[in-house]
């Protein structure tokens, strides 16, 4: 079946770094690729999206790119701020099949001054 | 602000009691979704309906129900909980059937459930 495998967490950066999240996807279809946040007590947010392939996903200084070649859509930040801690999901939904949105098991984020 | 309401935010329940969760879907949208997080299972997709009727079941167990009515409300219905059932349960909504073709999910902030 469908699945979404994200890189185990937690990730601690400093203020101002790089942040990369991997993501790879198993799909029989052609999903539509998403990464959600969820700032803590908070609900799931959507970030971006990508809706095919090679599509660019971007918001809040944070992008992905959907490669079908890789099965992969990481997640990346040029500089991460402290109000950038969270927990962040990446997520498919194969359209083709019809389901539901399927998550990863999500990484935590902290980021320190 | 997603525009889906979920009520209660929080509540504590005893072991084989019965409890309900209600959401209410951004205006305009027709189908509700259902999601489980907890700690050791992640976010697991429950159930969706689509104008009142059922179109997709995960991983929800026969304990739990849901429906959604006319004016497109939804509500889970959990009973005889255990200890396990404590979990984030969320609500979802969007425009069209499927959530798919890059049409978006839209989360509520979700009801905490504890039994003790």
């Known amino acids: 079946g469908d699945s979404v495998t994200q890189m185990e967490g937690p990730v601690t950066l400093s203020e101002e770094a790089f942040l990369t999240i991997n993501c790879t996807y198993t799909?029989?279809?052609?999903?539509?690729l998403f990464w959600y946040v969820q700032y803590p007590g908070e609900g799931l947010q959507l970030l971006l999206k990508a809706t095919k392939a090679d599509d660019k996903g971007s918001n809040k200084g944070f992008e992905a790119t959907y490669r079908k070649e890789t099965t992969s859509f990481h997640l990346e930040k040029g500089s991460v701020q402290v109000s950038d801690s969270a927990v962040y999901f990446c997520a498919l939904s194969d359209n083709q099949a019809g389901t539901a949105l399927i998550f990863g098991k999500g990484t935590t984020l902290s980021v320190s001054s | 602000d997603s525009g889906v309401t979920q009520t209660p935010k929080h509540l504590i329940t005893a072991t084989g009691q019965r409890v309900t969760l209600r959401c209410s879907p951004r205006s305009g949208d027709l189908s509700v979704y259902w999601y489980q997080q907890s700690l050791d299972q992640g976010l697991q997709f429950l159930i969706q309906?689509?104008?009142?009727?059922?179109?997709a079941k995960g991983n929800i167990l026969e304990r739990f129900s849901a429906q959604q009515f006319p004016d497109l409300h939804s509500e889970l219905n959990l009973s005889s909980l255990e200890l396990g059932d404590s979990a984030l349960y969320f609500c979802?909504?969007?425009?069209?059937?499927?959530?798919?073709?890059?049409?978006?999910?839209?989360f509520g902030e979700g009801s905490w459930l504890t039994v003790v």
């Open positions: 309906y689509y104008n009142g009727e059922e179109r």
């Open positions: 799909a029989t279809g052609y999903p539509s």
């Open positions: 979802a909504s969007s425009v069209d059937s499927w959530g798919a073709s890059g049409n978006t999910i839209y």
